[in-house]
């Protein structure tokens, strides 16, 4: 069977993760989703976007290719009449079109919801974006991260009061909500603009994605409760802790959330049911002689919340996932296959997940140009024009 | 959207009627947010058991003693329904429900609801017509379907832990539940995905998640720079320089890219950080203590949201470390009618965030510039 997103169809101007691998979701299910990148400005995490994991070809950086999977690839430059028309084509062929650049950026392509509708009357926009489209700071600048401080999360997170922490650089919580919502909106939009002819615009904040992610701490607060304070791995009426095991950088987490939880812990570990304090401690010292997986399967064992620390990597041979088939493997672009991550669910009726490894720059910008009723001939001359671009290897300086 | 007007959030205008089987938090906030798109939810409880949701943190009131926030939220514009596996009316108004539902939320394992008398596969006939969405900490099978979870467990388990925190310290878990939060997302795209494909086709279908799965989903790129032969981050190699400084008020997240930094220095203001020792991204990870230090002599003199201000004004995509104070009194989430009030009985009247999107239409834009 085809997907069961089968006849939606994305213009997807999307980049980075935020965006991408909110169209990512779309594809896997079989949408048609064609990435629009400039030939000379593609999406800037080809190259790995901080630079520092990126390689010498526009597929060689890992997440990229998982984001842009199952999509095909237009490279043309927007700022051209010849490139705009172009995607006013393809938008009238299209069910959404989705973005993620600096507010003000679609507007000046001429591509703002306005035009859109002119061009098609049921368009959905959707715009994922720092702050919102309207606001006293909606042209403010930010990266993921920042999201975590300006969200709200990084003020409750962190070893005490003085260590606010954020997510990291390499999960950038605040994108894997957006790309995890977006999905959701998205077809929601859809879905109601088909049903009633009319253009909607979804304005989506990544700021207050993180926030609506922390209904109960705002209506705490908001009731008289002071804010909440970084408290390690604790939480709110349920202490937590990691303890370290034999091995570089291994641990266990544990919490505690039932009283019965003292005392099955405390059985394990060899100790009085006490005080946490000193429940911790007697932890920490049983954990220190055992090997990681041993402790956490022994805590288990005993009833308790508790697991390995472990790195992303090892999942890659988790047997759970690996019984289901979640991971899936993906070709490489000069061979082989890689393994990637699984379905956001697992529907008991699907097409295979991955039809295709992620595009080149513009690899079916001559396929793309065809359906929108370009001749051999006007394709030819807007390569030779530079206006659209074909497959292409880009080096970094 | 002015700062009065409600939030425009509806998306399912026909209002679909949504059934939580069961309560967690993952499933819990894909029916909210179903709630918040225009879906009409029931949540269904098996009688004389103590929700998830009813043992969370934190809880409201002056002594904190009463209910708990997450219920209290979660619960928010829903009906409930209490079942008793043991009475003929009481099946009989389940098996109405579900007959009456487009969407069908089922939180927790096969198993686990075979022991309270109900047979999942009686429930799917039931619900015939519906979307059926089954989420479980770990799977309906494999190795782990009897173990606990929550969202500690989940941050370990998942990978998530080992990127957070400090280099020198142990692993640390994001506040919150920004995991099981998140697996409720994927579950709500579950939903969406189904109901799209019913819009299409006319066709019902179901799918399958736990809560695991939406964390190995959601940290999903160690695994992937790791087959390519990339070294594999650690905790606190972020490289950009210190992750929050201490300002007059509280803190600020400093994130900024190396071609940020001669505006970050203007900032500062402070010619020390000429010193060859901050020339570059790795000297001044080696440095990031000393570096710490001499920005916080500056910005702790500051108010975070000065320092804000300066930074964007300098196009530094940084920003302060908000409060839930600060975010309640945002100007950006006043402006664009983020938060909503709710009364909650015995305690108050207090605010809940909304949905994170708002819709407009074309008229909307005409109904702005007119006004």
């Known amino acids: ?338 393994r990637q991550r699984g379905p956001v669910v697992r529907f008991a009726e699907n097409a295979p997940l991955v039809r295709s490894r992620a595009p080149h720059v513009g690899e079916h910008t001559a396929e793309v140009l065809a359906e929108l009723d370009y001749t051999a001939a006007e394709i030819d001359d807007l390569l030779a024009r530079g206006v659209v671009s074909h497959p292409q290897t880009t080096t970094r300086n | 959207m002015s700062g009065s007007a409600a939030r425009a959030t509806t998306l399912l205008p026909e209002g679909p009627r949504v059934v939580e089987l069961g309560e967690t938090f993952s499933a819990a906030l894909a029916g909210h947010l179903l709630e918040r798109m225009g879906a009409r939810v029931v949540r269904v409880m098996p009688a004389g058991e103590v929700a998830e949701l009813d043992t969370l943190g934190p809880r409201l009131g002056e002594e904190g003693e009463g209910p708990a926030a997450p219920a209290v939220w979660l619960r928010h514009g829903k009906e409930a329904v209490e079942f008793d596996a043991g009475s003929s009316s009481s099946r009989a108004r389940l098996d109405a429900v579900l007959a009456d539902a487009d969407v069908v939320l089922i939180a927790g394992t096969t198993a686990s609801w075979r022991a309270r008398g109900v047979d999942l596969d009686d429930v799917r006939r039931a619900a015939g017509t519906a979307v059926i969405g089954h989420v479980t900490p770990w799977g309906d099978d494999g190795s782990r379907v009897d173990l606990r979870s929550n969202e500690l467990v989940l941050q370990a388990a998942g990978g998530f832990m080992k990127l957070v925190g400090a280099s020198d310290r142990e692993p640390v878990r994001l506040g919150g539940h920004p995991l099981q939060a998140t697996a409720g997302l994927l579950v709500l795209d579950g939903v969406l995905i189904g109901l799209f494909h019913r819009q299409s086709t006319g066709q019902s279908t179901s799918f399958e998640t736990s809560e695991f799965e939406a964390v190995a989903h959601v940290e999903w790129k160690i695994a992937s720079v790791f087959q390519s032969g990339a070294p594999i981050d650690r905790r606190g190699e972020d490289g950009g320089g210190p992750a929050a400084v201490r300002t007059r008020d509280g803190h600020f997240g400093l994130f900024f890219t190396p071609r940020e930094w001669d505006a970050m220095k203007e900032v500062v203001g402070d010619a020390r950080l000429d010193d060859p020792r901050f020339a570059t991204p790795r000297s001044r990870a080696e440095h990031q203590a000393e570096l710490t230090a001499l920005f916080e002599e500056t910005t702790s003199t500051m108010s975070k949201k000065d320092l804000y201000e300066r930074a964007q004004a300098r196009n530094i995509p940084a920003g302060y470390v908000a409060t839930m104070t600060d975010l309640l009194a945002s100007p950006q989430y006043r402006a664009r009618a983020f938060f909503r009030p709710i009364e909650v009985e015995g305690v108050g009247s207090g605010l809940l965030p909304d949905a994170p999107w708002a819709i407009r239409t074309i008229d909307d834009l005409d109904e702005e510039g007119a006004a």
């Open chain 1, 1 to 338: 069977m085809s997907g069961l997103l089968h006849g939606l169809k994305v213009a997807d101007l999307s980049i980075v993760t935020a965006g991408a691998a909110s169209t990512q979701v779309l594809a896997d299910f079989g949408a048609d989703v064609v990435k629009v990148e400039g030939g000379t400005r593609p999406d800037l995490y080809r190259m790995g976007f901080t630079g520092d994991k990126g390689g010498s070809s526009d597929l060689s950086f890992p997440p990229f290719r998982v984001a842009n999977r199952n999509k095909r690839g237009l490279a043309v430059d927007l700022k051209t009449p010849e490139g705009h028309e172009i995607a006013r084509r393809l938008i009238a062929q299209s069910d959404v079109v989705v973005e993620n650049f600096r507010r003000g950026a679609i507007e000046r392509l001429g591509l703002g919801f306005r035009e859109l509708a002119a061009i098609r009357p049921d368009i959905v926009l959707v715009s994922i974006s720092s702050q919102g489209a309207t606001g006293p700071r909606r042209g403010f600048t930010s990266f993921g991260i920042t999201l975590d401080s300006l969200g709200g999360i990084q003020s409750l997170s962190g070893y005490d009061a003085d260590t606010p922490t954020w997510s990291s650089g390499r999960i950038n919580y605040p994108d894997q909500t957006a790309n995890s919502l977006a999905p959701a909106v998205i077809l929601a939009a859809v879905m109601a603009s088909r049903a009633d002819g009319q253009a909607r615009w979804v304005d989506m904040s990544q700021r207050e994605t993180v926030t609506s992610l922390l209904g109960e701490y705002i209506l705490a607060t908001s009731l008289g409760a002071p804010d909440p304070q970084p408290d390690a791995n604790n939480a709110p009426g349920a202490p937590g802790w990691v303890s370290r095991c034999r091995g570089a950088d291994e641990w266990i987490a544990v919490s505690l959330e039932t009283p019965a939880d003292r005392s099955r812990l405390a059985g394990v570990v060899g100790a009085d049911t006490g005080d946490d304090d000193a429940l911790r401690r007697a932890t920490d010292a049983w954990a220190e002689s055992r090997d990681r997986d041993a402790a956490a399967a022994e805590l288990r064992a005993a009833g308790l919340a508790a697991a390995p620390v472990v790195s992303g990597h090892e999942l890659l041979d988790d047997p759970d996932l690996n019984a289901r088939g979640w991971w899936q493997s993906v070709d490489l672009p000069d061979g082989g296959t890689e």
